[in-house]
């Protein structure tokens, strides 16, 4: 305790050295309070002003922007194209449809992990839409739309999801 005392007197006494004499120009004419311009109300305010042109982004279709951390999908990706070559071969096999619904699940979880919500919740519906008893991608649906909520904003409609994020290999 003692020595938090030194201290700070240590530092309050540092500080009282540097210190700059304070000059009252409140009665001084001659010399300005404020250095910026004065200016009249009307020239803070909107009124009769162009509005700036808002940046879209034009290289996506989607109107949702993508955030969150980019990752290495192709692993995942591969696997979602292995497996939707093998539902379309055998549109009847149940296994297939099965190994197509998990590695919609996969991915979905990996862009989870990486906040990529907006692209993730595609491939949860993905999943739901093969197989709507699939409870795992249902309650990933239900957390990202909670999470659009509590940041107060809206949230893709299906069909409106983004692309996961690019990812650049680091050269080695």
Not at 59 to 88: C, H, L, M, R
Not at 135 to 145: L, N, V
Not at 161 to 169: A, S, T
Request: charged share 25%.
């Amino acid at each position: 305790m003692k020595l938090g005392i030194i201290y700070l007197a240590v530092f309050l006494a540092g500080c009282a050295g540097n210190a700059q004499p304070v000059h009252n120009t409140a009665n001084s004419p001659s010399e300005p309070q404020r250095a910026e311009k004065l200016q009249s109300v009307t020239a803070h305010t909107t009124e009769n002003q162009t509005p700036k042109p808002v940046e879209t982004n034009t290289n996506s279709s989607s109107k949702w922007s993508q955030s969150g951390n980019p990752i290495d999908t192709s692993k995942f990706d591969a696997a979602v194209a292995s497996a939707e070559k093998a539902a379309k071969a055998k549109p009847t096999d149940q296994t297939a449809k099965a190994a197509l619904v998990e590695a919609y699940f996969e991915r979905g979880f990996a862009l989870t992990e990486a906040r990529q919500y907006a692209s993730a919740l595609g491939d949860y519906r993905r999943a739901v839409k093969l197989d709507p008893n699939h409870e795992e991608s249902k309650k990933w649906i239900d957390q990202i739309i909670g999470i659009y909520g509590m940041l107060k904003k809206e949230y893709p409609k299906e069909g409106e999801e983004p692309p996961p994020l690019p990812f650049k290999k680091a050269e080695a």
